[in-house]
């Protein structure tokens, strides 16, 4: 039988274990938040009416209101070095946006002014938006966040794009540069992007990557920087050295509820969607 010194001591050890292990608990269930609490990010500002790639004020809008808290932009220069939300100066971009009677047939194909730009409507019904109109959207919404999709991989224009967005933000309120993450396509972009400004969050995108796995996960655990990546990329493996080194994963583009199941199984943290909506992601069956 055991002596009572033996018994306390016994019952001092359970205890102190039993508190460990509720800390640790505790550790595991801290909900994320920030930017890092949402799972969706509005592909081109998301869907709306069935269309992508609308990049429209009324598409923030429609999907602000089904939950979603994430959107991406595309921004793009125009002849005048505006920085507006489009995702290609093409012909195809104009049919695509119902804009082939909106602007003249030689325009249609070549990047626009800033005044052609903004005086085209989308579709015939949405409204066009520059870097000052999704600033104001994120006053009037100051839980949204912004990824910045913008494409350019020359220094010069790569500094000038985010010297713009800076400048915008800080004639404005310059807290919102702490929601507004930028997306780089390569290693050396980090460098571009931190001598304008060292923003909170910044996820470095794959799809036009040559870096080996091995290298994306130096990278991320060097800089803390998140990683994007096309769907097919996400191999289980990948998925987890990334995670050890510290990044959050995200896939794109998805609109398929089983699929995105799948990878949120595998550890994937985040879907960029045109018609998935955080509200969505939620009611998902095992996520």
Known sequence: MMNKKKLTAFVIMILGLSLLFLITLGEEEEPANGFAAHRVVAHAMGGI???????????FVANYEQGTRVFETDLLLTTDQELVARHEWTGNMSRLLGQLEV???AKQGTVLSYAEFMDSP??????????????????AYPDAYIVTDTKELEPELVTRQFEIIVQAAERRDPSLLERIVPQIYSRDMLDMVN?????????????????SDEAVIEF?????????MPAARAEKGFVKKLKEAGARIYVHTLNDEKEIMKLAR??????????????????????
């Open 49 to 59: 009416n069935g269309y992508t790639y609308t990049n429209a004020l009324d598409a």
């Open 266 to 287: 595998l550890g994937v943290d985040g879907f960029y969607t045109d018609f998935v909506s955080e509200d969505d992601i939620g009611s998902i069956r095992g996520m």
């Open 103 to 105: 602007l003249p047939a």
């Open 195 to 211: 001598k304008v400004h060292v923003f909170p969050e910044v996820i470095y995108t794959l799809y036009q990557s040559q870096d």
């Open 122 to 139: 989308i579709l015939g019904i949405y409204s066009p938006l520059d870097m000052d109109r999704i600033l104001d959207l994120m006053v």
């Open 220 to 228: 991320a655990k060097e800089t803390g920087v998140d990683i994007t």
